[in-house]
Structure formats: structure tokens, C-alpha cells
């Protein structure tokens, strides 16, 4: 499904806004977010794993 399928169903969040327990489209669940100075950091659940993942402080994540 393409996100013009359903546009309701997602939303663009800041990466500064968003919060633990959101799933983010095609990642898996956010479990935690660590700020650093240049980027940040999340740790999501995917494929029954934790995985870290790092982005610009200026992204903007599509969450459901």
C-alpha cells in the first residue's frame, strides 16, 4: 500500500516530537529516542530484533 492509498492513516511527525511507542512506517516500533548533538538516535523493534537507526535532526518520520 502506497501512502496515497490511505492518507488518513499516516502522519508526518518532526523527529524532535516524536515519542516511544509509535510504530514508523517501514521500521517497526520506536522504543527510544537519544538526542545527540549533530543527529539522533532511535532504537526501534524490527523483525524481533532492536535496531539503531540515525538521522538528521531536521527529518521528518511518517508514523501510523
Excluded at 15 to 30: M, R
Excluded at 34 to 52: G, T
Amino acid at each position: 500500500m502506497s501512502l496515497s492509498d490511505n492518507p488518513s492513516k499516516f502522519k508526518h511527525v518532526h523527529i524532535s516530537k516524536v515519542e516511544a511507542g509509535v510504530t514508523l512506517v517501514n521500521l517497526g516500533t520506536l522504543l527510544e529516542v537519544e538526542e545527540h548533538s549533530l543527529h539522533y538516535c532511535l532504537i526501534v523493534e524490527r523483525m524481533s530484533q532492536k535496531q539503531v537507526i540515525k538521522f538528521d535532526k531536521d527529518t521528518l518520520l511518517v508514523v501510523e
